[in-house]
């Protein structure tokens, strides 16, 4: 089945520790997404990829990093300049064919401070 | 810059009843689409429905369908005959068309309560 896998679904970070979260998706999707979601707030953009080797800046991307190298694979790594990363994480594609299309989300991580 | 506002943070209904959750937006784009998205315990986030600013005619599906008032940039979610696996919370966004950038602007979302 097509589908986007994130993972872990749980992880812990120490202080001054960069930590990366998983995505990956078979949905022959261009365009891949990164979301944070905290308590009582709407999902917010971090960053996102139109294509391979391209990324751009969501609205709250400091303190995080991203790469693209393969059209499948988007990981996410929230580094030490994040000083608050506690939040629920969500990955999401969608297709190439028209801007209308939703976007599919996967399930999420759940990264906490130890 | 676009917004997206939910007024109500919380709402319930009875099972079997109907419930309207509120939204509107603010944008200066006359090509867009308008979706609500619904997040179960599980957090997933799954698409209800989904509404093309172009089109007149409002969304629906099956038992969920919008009223799509775009002078008023309004775009409520109607959900008939309740059951309680609607309980979740509902997103409301929005997404600009024509460009490449696709990037959803969320409201802060409506928690639902489906009494039995």
């Known amino acids: 089945d097509g589908g986007i896998t994130q993972s872990p679904k749980y992880l812990f970070r120490k202080e001054g520790q960069n930590v990366t979260l998983s995505c990956e998706q078979n949905?022959?999707?261009?365009?891949m997404y990164w979301y944070r979601q905290d308590p009582g707030q709407g999902l917010r953009l971090i960053y996102y990829?139109?294509?391979?080797?391209d990324f751009q800046k969501g609205d709250i991307a400091e303190g995080y990093s991203v790469s693209r190298e393969k059209k499948e694979s988007f990981p996410l790594t929230v580094t030490s300049a994040q000083k608050n990363p506690t939040a629920f994480y969500l990955c999401?594609?969608?297709?190439?064919w028209g801007v209308g299309q939703p976007q599919h989300f996967g399930d999420g991580t759940r990264l906490s401070i130890l | 810059a676009q917004t997206v506002t939910q007024s109500q943070p919380e709402m319930s209904v009875q099972e079997a009843e109907t419930v309207t959750l509120s939204c509107t937006y603010d944008?200066?784009?006359?090509?867009?689409?308008l979706f609500w998205y619904k997040q179960p315990p599980s957090r997933q986030m799954i698409l209800v429905i989904r509404?093309?600013?172009?089109?007149?005619q409002n969304a629906t599906e099956n038992r969920f369908s919008v009223n799509f008032q775009k002078a008023a940039k309004s775009f409520s979610l109607k959900i008939s005959d309740s059951q309680l696996g609607d309980a979740a919370m509902y997103f409301c966004?929005?997404?600009?068309?024509?460009?490449?950038?696709?990037?959803?602007?969320f409201g802060k979302g409506t928690k639902l309560s489906v009494k039995p």
């Open positions: 999401a594609s969608s297709p190439p």
């Open positions: 944008t200066s784009e006359s090509d867009y689409y």
């Open positions: 509404q093309e600013a172009y089109k007149q």
């Open positions: 966004a929005y997404r600009v068309g024509g460009g490449s950038q696709g990037n959803l602007i």
């Open positions: 949905l022959n999707h261009d365009a």
């Open positions: 990829s139109q294509i391979v080797n």
